[in-house]
């Protein structure tokens, strides 16, 4: 049972963040249940966890729903991960070794080759994710991961790296290479500042994006960093 509470766990996870359940939307259990082909025991027990990590929200009669963050809390997100981000910089630029520093250049050669030719939205995701897990690793801090955890799951929520424009992609990925050269020169005020301004300039985007978004009456969509 714990094995297919994992797996339940994990599928249910990744359907939020993939935008299958949308937020603000209430899920029964057997309707989780049905997305997983289980049965709900596992899925209890996946729920808890997931309200835990706050990517579920339980009302106040106790129906389980995807959280809908208002503007003003996801730019409180976008601000708590800057902070966290530069935070998990400067830690790892004292920390990094060789072998990390050559995991997180493959990782951004993975993100040079989404970008070539006509941009692989999932992909850069996907490197992207890569990056910065490696990045937090080579920080060396339980607590520092699991808050993060929580916050970048919320971010993730809402689909940032979606409403990003080919030029927001390259500056991205030009963040990425200077970090790696701050964590190379062991630079802790360099690498902790890249970090900080990485995350203030994709709340910026998704700012903006949504601002048009909205001007053009759209739906507001989309994840990333």
């Not at 082909?37 to 995807?66: D, H, K, N, Y």
Request: charged letters at 25%; one cysteine or more; proline letters at 4%.
């Amino acid at each position: 049972m714990a094995k297919t509470s994992e797996q339940v766990y994990r599928q249910i996870r990744a359907g939020i963040l993939a935008g299958d359940f949308e937020p603000g939307m209430f899920v029964p259990e057997d309707e989780f249940a049905s997305y997983c082909g289980t049965s709900r025991t596992p899925v209890r027990e996946a729920i808890a966890r997931l309200v835990s990590e706050t990517l579920l929200q339980r009302s106040g009669t106790r129906r389980v729903f995807v959280p809908l963050w208002s503007d003003g809390e996801v730019e409180e997100l976008f601000t708590l991960r800057a902070k966290l981000e530069a935070h998990c910089a400067e830690r790892a630029a004292e920390l990094i070794t060789p072998d990390e520093i050559a995991e997180l250049r493959t990782h951004a050669d993975f993100i040079d080759a989404a970008l070539g030719g006509e941009a692989d939205i999932p992909g850069f995701v996907e490197g992207n994710r890569r990056f910065h897990a490696t990045l937090l690793a080579a920080a060396r801090s339980e607590p520092l991961n699991q808050m993060m955890r929580i916050i970048v799951n919320q971010v993730i929520i809402h689909r940032t790296a979606e409403r990003y424009t080919v030029s927001d992609l390259e500056q991205s990925q030009r963040d990425h290479r200077d970090l790696i050269a701050a964590f190379t020169a062991h630079d802790v005020a360099w690498a902790g500042a890249i970090a900080r301004n990485h995350i203030r300039r994709a709340a910026h985007a998704y700012r903006l994006r949504a601002n048009e978004a909205a001007t053009r009456g759209a739906p507001c969509a989309e994840d990333m960093d």
